[in-house]
């Protein structure tokens, strides 16, 4: 297996579940689902390295982040965007600070750069209006809108995205799908998506190339088309 996320043998769910093995293919959009039950909320922990699974790995671009010393493991999630259930965003910040704070203690650019590139962002995620607000002053879309352009501040080629759509319209759903997948190439999108939750609307499935439900028994399987 050498896709850029490799799960290995991880126990989820009941105990008697087999345990999951999946490659998630580059230049494509994953999308795996379960009841809050299931053990598909702890997948995106695991492969950040934030939580060890109880058995097998999890390799990211071939590396097992966990393993790594925290120094080395907090600079290689650079290479992984992350958006949380929810949207983790810091309510004493604004938008824009929000979006801008890993650039500001995790990169070597100025703070002109910096402030350039946060606001190419939320102008791509249609926030800028909004981006001097706090997060407690805007609604759930523009949280959610600010929270994805946060998590791929860095840019980052493989993106973990949990509950991504929860409370969205299928067409604000779709559009940022698109934003997420980053553009198309020849090879399909610019960046490699995994996506967590209980349920997507259904106008997205045609946008996402495999769609996998844990069941009950903890078996995985792949949705049709």
Do not use: K
């Not at 989820?12 to 994953?30: C, K």
């Amino acid at each position: 297996m050498t896709g850029p996320l490799v799960f290995e043998q991880i126990p989820l769910g009941a105990r008697a579940a087999p345990p999951l093995s999946l490659e998630l293919p580059a230049h494509a959009t994953v999308a795996i689902l379960g009841d809050e039950n299931s053990g598909v909320g702890t997948l995106g922990g695991y492969a950040l390295g934030l939580e060890q699974p109880p058995a097998g790995r999890v390799r990211v671009f071939g590396t097992v982040i966990v393993d790594l010393p925290e120094r080395d493991r907090l600079a290689f999630r650079r290479q992984v965007g992350y958006l949380p259930a929810g949207d983790g965003l810091l309510q004493n910040l604004s938008l824009r600070d929000n979006v801008a704070l890993p650039l500001r203690f995790g990169s070597d650019a100025s703070p002109r750069e910096i402030e350039g590139r946060v606001t190419v962002m939320l102008t791509a995620v249609r926030v800028g209006a909004v981006a001097r607000l706090r997060p407690s002053q805007v609604n759930e879309e523009e949280r959610r809108r600010a929270a994805l352009a946060r998590a791929i501040a860095f840019d980052p080629s493989l993106l973990i995205l949990e509950q991504p759509f929860d409370g969205l319209t299928g067409r604000t759903a779709s559009e940022l799908l698109e934003f997420a997948r980053g553009g198309e190439t020849a090879e399909g999108a610019r960046r490699t998506v995994l996506i967590t939750g209980q349920d997507l609307p259904a106008v997205i499935h045609r946008r996402i190339e495999r769609v996998y439900r844990l069941t009950r028994a903890g078996t995985l399987e792949l949705e049709p088309a």
